[in-house]
């Protein structure tokens, strides 16, 4: 029996991270913990690009352009879409949360999601590296193993 299994080693991959501007006070800390993660496991500031995007509906596409690019070994995508009001959050995380599941069903590398979806701002900052963690952190990690894992089924 073969068993394939991605490795946390950020060592030699290139890692693009597509981030939200909207609600910057929160994907910022989301940002930082990606980059801490790939940083702690190898990574090379120099292999880490980032794209600022103006809001969480704008992830998916410029994931699928990071993807497609043949630059990068993992894109990581990063949000905050925080319930409001209104029932526009629903919309949006309901749909961003389907555009990256597209653009990770037909990238040629992995892409992982750090979207968060909390119902409060006191749940956002909790997501964002206090009493739940870092989701980007945990982002980032995913995209590390799949990489290597990706290689691996190469």
Known sequence: MKVYEGKLNAA???????ISRFNEFITRKLLEGAIDALKRNGASEEEIAVAWVPGAWEIPPAAARMAGSGG????????AVIKGATAHWQYISAQVTRGIAGVAAQAPVPV?????TPDTLEQAIERAGT???NKGFDAAMAAIEMANLFKELA
Do not use: P, T
Request: net charge positive; aromatic share 14%.
């Open 12 to 18: 030699g991959l290139r890692f693009g991270i597509v």
């Open 72 to 79: 990068y070994d993992a894109v990581i995508c990063l949000g």
């Open 112 to 116: 992982s999601y750090g979207v968060i």
């Open 131 to 133: 009493k739940a963690g």
